[in-house]
């Protein structure tokens, strides 16, 4: 097999990335036009697009992606652009119902006019308050009332006089008294008394009771009908007042009909609204200071009259889109409010309050999605009345069956809408895998896009991104240099030379803060010093742990060498993430081995430190060494690797390539150069695979061996793949250039090896044997003496046992 060729240190020109200004064609931003947020979207938008155009049920949108994205910012902005040129939807209103009082009706309107009909309403009813109480203070009135009064005084006195006439013409005297009438004798037309009375002659005393039993059956005959005739005149008397009131109600409602003819449901409901406020004139009669007077009286009410505009369109305007920052169960649905009166809790139709679904009826509405499921019976209300088609208005207490007291149940109201969820894309999953009626229900999802290619074209979209954040944040404009650090930066926020992120929510911070040090220095324009200011002052605002764990290594209380030589110890590199800051820390991984038959330890998993991913590496490379060394017979060793220093968890498989480098050195008994540091992941065949965090990583271990005085030997081994991915501080390229520092692209484990160890690392020629003095000639010559050893000693061992058992099977001798 031939030599693999070793790899050179990378030039600077690898290391970084730029992108140039001269590019493009503009001098600040404010001269590029109608900027827009949607770039490297089209998948995204696209997805809206088809969930908006297609009608059909169920085919509501899921919005995915990771915060910052612009999932929100453009989703808003396609459907503001789409609900502007759709039909306006109609008004809502709630009335009385005077059938049944605790059960409002829902009207629908024209859109625009639901105002309209509450305000002319409220006058209608101001109007009635005036015109009945003139039409009863009138003298036409007044004129009939007292006619069908006196005709019940003129009918009860007649009735009185002609019973006083039948006991005169008996010589009896019909008296009144304070408690009613009574019948006294008369002798010579003038009345007998009592004791003369009793003179009389039994049977003239006889015949006058008589007379007076006879009397009084007739007159107390003739006082059972006056509670009669009293009805009959209250029957009168409310005949006369309707007909007033209706005569007073009649032409200012009719104007109100002929205004809203086209409406049958309003027709309706005037009618019932006449009936009732006939019915009920004397509630208009009552004064102010009839009430004021009279503590026992308690004031009409007249809110049954009124109307609730639930949702109006005053202002036209298209369709709605109704974002929902908070959706529970009320703001949802809506909810019924209650106000204390006479110590008591009453509510009435001018306290139904509106939920988003009423608002989005016609139009869209857009929620957060975890913000949605984490409200109590938000997500099936939503869901519920996405399959009715309706919004019934209940509150929790109802749904849950606890209700305990009588209240209002209004009218559901039959809606229409599309619901936008805006969400991450671990709650859209767990949905479509746990909840079946989330897949009937939202059939369409929008897959926002983190990062978009680097290229030329994509230079200037961005720049009309960042046009876009500048002018709805009011910021100064950008000059192409400023534009070009921008996209700089974005690439090494992701960490890819080649792709650009287009999180909004960076990028806008970035471009707020660069404006302040504009401002500061009374530039006109952000320029490229201030965004390089930004972005520093951000770092220093961050790297606190950062600074202090160089300086442990720095002062040696963490044990990193930057120089000399060592066997079966080698620099290892991780990345911490605190917040959105990370940063780059070397580790020190140690491996010793020695014969016997354990196998490769990983100490870090029998102290459960390491995680799953770690593990995992441990057995790969395993699996490496038991493949390429000694294929003729077992592997016979027993190898311990740690990371020294390590008190957390341990995870992640970036340090497979680093360990199996700690461990054939061990091995092959050849010194690692401590003078470079090692990133990278390892497969069963020895190929090194890429890892994240490669920016930082190189950077930390720069730090510490740039704190110690660079001596040109220093440098980091990363995967070959790698190297696209670089996107390096200024300083770090500054010292590859002058050759102060290196950075190794590796592919395989051979190629890190030699490197590492300035030993060939060897192949495997034709009659099976690796090359001569090298690596892997010195690792198998060893595992092959451990093979040895293990063999010396287990035929020692047994050796041992036979002799012990030929002993115990001999006869023992007695004298």
């Not at 009385?96 to 009813?125: E, V, W, Y």
């Not at 809203?260 to 004064?287: G, H, M, P, R, T």
């Not at 369409?444 to 500048?470: G, K, P, W, Y």
Request: proline share 5%; charged share 25%.
């Amino acid at each position: 097999m031939t030599r693999q060729k070793m790899p050179s240190s990378l030039p600077e020109q690898q290391l970084y990335n730029p992108c140039d200004p001269a590019q493009f064609q503009f001098n600040s931003t404010d001269e590029l036009e109608n900027p827009s947020p949607q770039i490297g979207q089209r998948r995204a938008i696209d997805a809206i697009t088809f969930a908006l155009d297609i009608k059909r049920e169920g085919y509501n949108l899921y919005v995915l992606g990771n915060p910052g994205s612009g999932r929100h910012e453009i989703a808003m902005q396609v459907l503001q652009e789409r609900a502007a040129a759709e039909k306006t939807p109609s008004d809502w209103c709630y009335v009385h119902n005077f059938t049944q009082p605790n059960k409002p009706i829902a009207l629908c309107l024209p859109n625009g006019s639901g105002k309209q009909f509450s305000d002319d309403m409220a006058r209608l009813l101001e109007d009635l308050q005036s015109s009945i109480r003139a039409a009863f203070e009138s003298d036409e009135y007044q004129a009939r009332r007292k006619i069908i009064e006196q005709g019940l005084i003129q009918r009860r006195d007649n009735a009185i006089a002609e019973h006083r006439e039948q006991a005169l013409a008996n010589s009896v005297m019909l008296v009144p008294t304070p408690t009613g009438f009574s019948f006294a004798p008369l002798k010579d037309d003038e009345v007998i008394k009592p004791e003369e009375f009793r003179k009389l002659p039994e049977k003239e005393r006889h015949e006058y009771e008589n007379i007076v039993v006879d009397l009084q059956n007739k007159l107390q005959d003739t006082l059972e009908q006056f509670p009669i005739w009293e009805k009959e005149m209250r029957a009168q008397m409310k005949q006369l007042n309707n007909e007033v009131t209706l005569a007073a109600v009649n032409l200012l409602i009719n104007e109100l009909r002929v205004s809203y003819k086209e409406q049958q449901a309003i027709q309706y409901y005037l009618d019932d609204f006449q009936k009732d406020v006939v019915e009920n004139a004397n509630d208009f009669l009552l004064s102010g200071e009839e009430l004021s007077g009279n503590p026992f009286i308690a004031p009409p009410t007249f809110t049954r009259y009124s109307v609730n505009p639930l949702v109006t369109h005053e202002n036209g305007g298209g369709a709605p889109v109704i974002y929902l920052d908070h959706p529970t169960h009320s703001s949802l649905i809506g909810r019924i409010e209650y106000q204390s009166q006479y110590g008591a809790l009453t509510t009435d139709i001018s306290l139904i309050r509106p939920g988003a679904l009423h608002e989005a009826h016609g139009g869209y509405l857009v929620v957060d999605a975890t913000k949605l499921l984490t409200q109590p019976m938000a997500w099936d209300t939503l869901k519920r009345s996405l399959k009715s088609k309706v919004v019934r208005i209940e509150g929790l207490d109802q749904v849950y069956g606890f209700a305990s007291t009588a209240t209002l149940e209004p009218q559901p109201i039959p809606v229409d809408f599309k619901v936008v969820i805006i969400g991450d894309r671990r709650l859209y999953y767990l949905l479509s895998e746990y909840d079946p009626e989330f897949r009937e229900l939202f059939k369409v999802m929008a897959d926002f896009e983190d990062e978009m290619d680097r290229n030329t074209n994509s230079h200037q979209q961005f720049a009309h991104l960042i046009a876009s954040l500048a002018n709805r944040e009011e910021l100064l404009p950008l000059e192409p240099g400023a534009v070009a650090r921008v996209i700089e930066h974005s690439s090494r926020l992701i960490g890819d030379s080649k792709k650009v992120s287009i999180s909004h929510d960076k990028i806008r911070d970035l471009l707020v803060e660069a404006e302040f040090f504009a401002q500061r220095d009374q530039h006109k324009l952000i320029g490229r010093d201030d965004v390089n200011n930004a972005i520093r002052a951000k770092i220093t605002r961050h790297d606190r742990i950062r600074e202090r764990v160089q300086e442990q290594i720095i002062r040696e209380t963490v044990f990193i060498d930057c120089e000399g030589e060592h066997i079966g110890q080698i620099n290892a590199l991780a990345v911490l993430s605190l917040g959105d800051f990370a940063f780059g820390r070397p580790s020190r991984i140690t491996a010793r081995v020695r014969a016997g038959s354990a196998g490769v330890v990983d100490i870090e998993r029998k102290v459960d430190l390491g995680g799953p991913s770690h593990s995992k590496g441990v057995m790969i490379l395993a699996s490496y060494l038991g493949a390429h060394y000694c294929p003729d017979q077992p592997l016979t060793m027993s190898a311990n690797i740690a990371f020294e220093q390590s008190y957390g968890g341990v995870d992640g498989d970036s340090a497979s390539s680093t360990e199996l480098y700690a461990l054939i050195s061990a091995l092959a008994q050849l010194p690692i150069k401590q003078s470079l540091a090692v990133t990278g992941s390892v497969n069963q065949f020895g190929q090194v695979q890429p890892i994240g965090g490669v920016n930082e990583k190189i950077e930390g271990f720069f730090d510490i061996c740039s704190a110690r005085g660079l001596t040109g030997d220093q440098g980091v081994l990363i995967p070959a793949s790698n190297v696209q991915h670089l996107m390096l501080r200024r300083d770090v390229i500054d010292a590859c250039g002058k050759q102060q520092f290196h950075i190794y692209p590796i592919e395989t484990i051979d190629q890190g090896l030699s490197i590492l160890t300035g030993v060939d690392a060897g192949q495997r020629n034709k009659n099976g044997t690796f090359t001569r003095n090298s690596v892997h000639q010195r690792a198998e010559a060893r595992l092959r003496q451990f093979t040895k050893h293990m063999k010396q000693h287990l035929e020692k061992e047994e050796g041992k046992k036979g002799e012990a058992t030929k002993l115990s099977s001999e006869p023992n001798n007695h004298d």
